[in-house]
C-alpha cells in the first residue's frame, strides 16, 4: 500500500477527514521559445546560472476541491463537474499564455486561472515534472558548439513543483509549495565506507572500508515565503540545477560512512548556500553493485548489479541543523 492510499484508507468517511477531489494527470505540454530564465545568483558548487527554455516541457497534475462536487460522487449530479479533458484543453491552452520561466511559476499562474474560471472549484493542488532535455552539439568551424535547433530527450534527472491554492478572504492564496529535483543517480568508485552498524544473527552483510557506491536521490525544498518558488525575483529563486550540482560536488568531496551521512551533508549545504529557504527532504535508494572480483590490482574491482530487495532512507533537514541545534 502506497502512502497515499494509506492516507486514503484511514480518512473517516463520516467526518471531516473525507477526501473529494479529483483532476486530470500525465497531461504532457511542451512549449518552444518560452521566457528564458536569467539574473540567478551564483553558487560556488555550479555552473548554472541560467536557462535559454528553447524547450519548455512539463508533465501536469491537477486536482481540484470543493463542496460543489459533492452531488457527483453521491447522486451521480454531475451539473457542476468540469470535464477532466476539459481540464487537460486548459493547461494546453494556459502554457501558451505563461510569460514566466520556471516550473512553479507555471503551476502558480494556471492553479490561479483555474480558481478565477470555475467559482465551484475551492482550492487546487498542481503539480509537475520536467520532461527534461539535452542539448546537442555540432561542428561550427574548427569546433563543435550547442545546436540551436537540435535537442535530445533526456533520461536524467528533473526539476519537479507542486502548488496549493485556496480561495481566502483576500483571494487566492498559495497554501503549501514544494520544490524538488528527482531522478539524480550518482556513483562514487571509492572513498565510501559502511562499517560499526549492528551485528547479530540476522547479519550477513560484511563491513566495507572502501566500497563504489551507487545511489538514487530525489530532493525536495521549501521557502520560506512560497513567492519566491515562482521565479519573477530570479535572485531569490532555487533551480533544480544548483540542487542537484552541490549533491554531486558534496559527494565527491566527503568520504562519508553511510548514506545517511551523506544525505545530511547535502541538506546541511543546500540549506547553507540558500537562506530563502525553510527546509530540505530527500528520498535516497541504495543501488550499490556487489562486488564479483576484489583481488585486482590497486582499486580495480569487478561489480553486478544489486539484489532486490534495496534500501532507501528518508530524512529532512531544516534550519535547527544549520545553526546546530540538531
Given at each position: 500500500m502506497t502512502a497515499n492510499q494509506e492516507q486514503l484508507a484511514s480518512s473517516d468517511a463520516e467526518g471531516p477527514g473525507r477526501r473529494m477531489n479529483y483532476g486530470k494527470e500525465k497531461i504532457v505540454v511542451y512549449r518552444t521559445y518560452a521566457t528564458p530564465l536569467t539574473g540567478i545568483e551564483p553558487i560556488p558548487e555550479s555552473e548554472f546560472d541560467g536557462r535559454e527554455n528553447v524547450l519548455f516541457g512539463l508533465d501536469v497534475r491537477v486536482q481540484v476541491e470543493g463542496e460543489a462536487f459533492r452531488p457527483s460522487f453521491t447522486d451521480g449530479d454531475n451539473s457542476m463537474v468540469v470535464a477532466t479533458d476539459s481540464m487537460k484543453n486548459f493547461v494546453h491552452h494556459h502554457m501558451g499564455e505563461y510569460d514566466g520561466a520556471t516550473v512553479e511559476g507555471f503551476l502558480e499562474y494556471v492553479g490561479r486561472e483555474f480558481l478565477a474560471t470555475y467559482e465551484q472549484m475551492e482550492a487546487i493542488t498542481v503539480s509537475a515534472d520536467e520532461v527534461p532535455?539535452?542539448?546537442?552539439?555540432?561542428?561550427?568551424?574548427?569546433?563543435?558548439?550547442?545546436?540551436?535547433?537540435?535537442?535530445?530527450?533526456?533520461?536524467?534527472?528533473?526539476?519537479?513543483?507542486?502548488?496549493?491554492?485556496?480561495?481566502?478572504?483576500?483571494?487566492?492564496e498559495i497554501v503549501a509549495?514544494?520544490?524538488?529535483?528527482?531522478g539524480i543517480e550518482l556513483v562514487k568508485v571509492k572513498d565510501n565506507s559502511f562499517t560499526?552498524?549492528?551485528?547479530?544473527?540476522?547479519?550477513?552483510?560484511?563491513?566495507?572500508?572502501?566500497?563504489?557506491?551507487?545511489?538514487?536521490?530525489?530532493?525536495?525544498?521549501?521557502?520560506?515565503d512560497?513567492?519566491?518558488?515562482?521565479?519573477?525575483e530570479p535572485a531569490r529563486y532555487v533551480p533544480a540545477e544548483q540542487?542537484?550540482?552541490?549533491?554531486?560536488?558534496?559527494?565527491?568531496?566527503?568520504?562519508?560512512n553511510s548514506i545517511q551521512d551523506l544525505i545530511y551533508r547535502i541538506g546541511v549545504r543546500v540549506l547553507e548556500r540558500f537562506p530563502q529557504l525553510e527546509s530540505v527532504t530527500f528520498e535516497s535508494k541504495n543501488r550499490t553493485w556487489i562486488g564479483v572480483r576484489t583481488d585486482l590490482d590497486g582499486d580495480a574491482k569487478v561489480?553486478?548489479?544489486?539484489?532486490?530487495?534495496?534500501?532507501?532512507?528518508?530524512?529532512?533537514?531544516?534550519?535547527?541543523?544549520?545553526?546546530?541545534?540538531?
Open positions: 532535455f539535452d542539448e546537442r552539439p555540432v561542428p561550427v568551424g574548427d569546433d563543435f558548439e550547442p545546436s540551436e535547433l537540435v535537442y535530445g530527450v533526456s533520461d536524467d534527472e528533473s526539476a519537479y513543483g507542486e502548488i496549493r491554492l485556496e480561495r481566502g478572504e483576500d483571494g487566492t509549495q514544494t520544490s524538488g529535483v528527482t560499526d552498524f549492528v551485528q547479530d544473527e540476522y547479519t550477513t552483510l560484511p563491513e566495507r572500508e572502501n566500497r563504489t557506491l551507487y545511489i538514487e536521490l530525489d530532493v525536495f525544498w521549501t521557502y520560506d512560497a513567492e519566491a518558488a515562482l521565479g519573477e540542487v542537484r550540482d552541490i549533491a554531486q560536488v558534496v559527494f565527491d568531496k566527503h568520504d562519508v561489480l553486478r548489479e544489486p539484489d532486490i530487495p534495496t534500501g532507501f532512507q528518508q530524512f529532512s533537514v531544516d534550519r535547527n541543523d544549520v545553526e546546530g541545534d540538531v
